[in-house]
């Protein structure tokens, strides 16, 4: 048995699906405030579980033999950051010695590349670059850096734990739908205008759940894996995407302060309001620096596929609308 957490999610519902294809039995979790709509159609046996509930999560663990926990609290501009606390680090350890405990001989642990560092000369970030939690812009790339210190510290102890770092993994079945997913639906609904000069990796999501397998069976214990592709400006997005879709890309640029003032307006009155900003200040920040990375130890060590962003993208453009978000 393999339990997978955040199967609910976009990357999770990926990891569990190509587990199924493979003929593995898997269990997953779920809380009961869980969207189910992912899981429709999918053989899998759940299991109520809560990152901030240990006593859930030894239930859960209970007889497999592999792991993946991909679930995580993911937003931006939080009103309560102790609450992403609990689930992202407290119960990132609460999970892994669980799995430590109940025997799980492999556990492959989900990051983000938002926990890799980038060198100040411009050039791209790797698995060895030096950073630091006070690195980290905002309270979600906050808890997933210490979560990823607690995992490696397992992992030291001896515990069998593999950490993954996906870059901005894009496709089809991204039901929430992501920040970068819905990047792709305001390009559809015609509401991008003009971009900032910034960039990030992407890759497709059936090539990263693949890595998330791969790390399971060749990854080195201890060791941390970037899952990404092609390093792409923002702009180069838009095109990609005008070419998948048949509509305009922006032509403008938009300058870095302008869209920092508009997203400080709008966080601090939408969270004032009780409200999820539209413009998430944490997210512009973020893009002051371009995300890009090497990802060829993955490719090296795992065989990481490399598909073509387009590919994925086009994907996402026909789920996106087939499914009606746009």
């Known amino acids: 048995m393999i339990l997978v957490t955040g199967a609910t999610g976009f990357l999770g519902n990926h990891v569990a699906r190509q587990l199924i294809e493979r003929g593995e039995s898997v269990r997953v979790t779920v809380r009961k405030s869980s969207n189910m709509s992912a899981l429709e159609g999918m053989k899998v046996e759940t299991a109520e579980a809560d990152l901030r509930d240990k006593a859930s999560l030894e239930r859960a663990v209970k007889g497999c033999n592999m792991l993946f926990h991909v679930a995580a609290d993911y937003r931006f501009d939080v009103g309560d950051p102790d609450e992403m606390y609990k689930s992202n680090v407290e119960g990132t350890r609460n999970l892994l010695e669980a799995a430590g405990q109940a025997g799980v001989s492999r556990m492959v642990y989900t990051s983000t590349v938002g926990c890799i560092g980038l060198p100040d000369t411009g050039a791209l970030g790797n698995e060895d670059t030096p950073v630091s939690l006070e690195k980290m812009i905002g309270q979600y790339k906050r808890t997933k850096f210490q979560a990823e210190l607690a995992a490696l510290e397992l992992a030291r102890k001896g515990l069998p734990i593999v950490v993954v770092n996906p870059t901005a993994p894009v496709g089809e079945h991204d039901i929430k739908p992501t920040p970068t997913g819905e990047m792709i639906v305001r390009f559809l609904k015609r509401k991008m205008p003009a971009v900032i000069d910034t960039g990030l990796n992407l890759i497709d999501v059936r090539d990263c759940a693949e890595g998330h397998l791969r790390a399971a069976l060749r990854g080195r214990t201890g060791e941390r894996y970037i ?100």
């Not at 998430?280 to 890009?292: N, Q």
């Not at 990375?293 to 073509?308: G, R, W, Y």
């Open 227 to 326: 899952l990404g592709c092609k390093n792409m400006t923002l702009m180069d997005i838009c095109k990609a995407l005008a070419k998948v879709s048949g509509l305009p890309a922006p032509t403008m640029h938009l300058p870095y302060a302008v869209a920092y003032l508009a997203a400080w307006f709008n966080t601090k009155t939408m969270l004032a309001l009780g409200k999820t900003p539209t413009i998430s200040l944490e997210g512009v920040k973020m893009a002051k620096k371009r995300m890009f990375v090497d990802c060829s130890k993955a490719v090296k060590e795992l065989s990481l596929p490399q598909t073509n962003p387009e590919e994925p993208l086009a994907r996402a453009v026909a789920w996106f609308r087939e499914k009606k978000y746009v």
